[in-house]
């Protein structure tokens, strides 16, 4: 069972836009290695930050239009958002610290 929200486009909005936290976004595929290698650490933030911020996996082949809208050409990609805007973004496997780090920022 993970940790982190699964993200639609029905609950985008609610979840990721409207949220008064920071929001880890993790756009992945379930076919995808890196974004495999990637899931139990993003598990580990949404433990980690639970109450401070939130951490949501978005499936790009379920969920499309959010993966067009972000501009998602390749997985994983990671976005970083506070007050529905974008703060940050990686493309690629990310360390876990790395992660970390932009939520303390985005956090504080």
């Not at 082949?61 to 501009?71: C, H, M, P, V, Y």
């Not at 940050?88 to 780090?101: C, E, M, R, S, Y």
């Amino acid at each position: 069972m993970s940790n982190a929200l699964e993200i639609t486009g029905g609950n985008f909005e609610t979840e990721v836009v409207g949220s008064d936290v920071p929001v880890l976004v993790d756009f992945s595929a379930t076919w995808c290695g890196p974004c495999q290698k990637l899931a139990p650490l993003i598990d580990e933030l949404a433990a980690d930050y639970q109450g401070r911020a939130k951490v949501v996996k978005v499936d790009v082949d379920n969920s499309q239009e959010l993966a067009t809208k972000f501009g998602v050409m390749s997985v994983p990609t990671i976005v970083l958002l506070k007050s529905g805007e974008i703060v940050n973004k990686w493309i690629g496997f990310t360390p876990k610290q790395t992660l970390a780090d932009a939520i303390d920022g985005a956090i504080g």
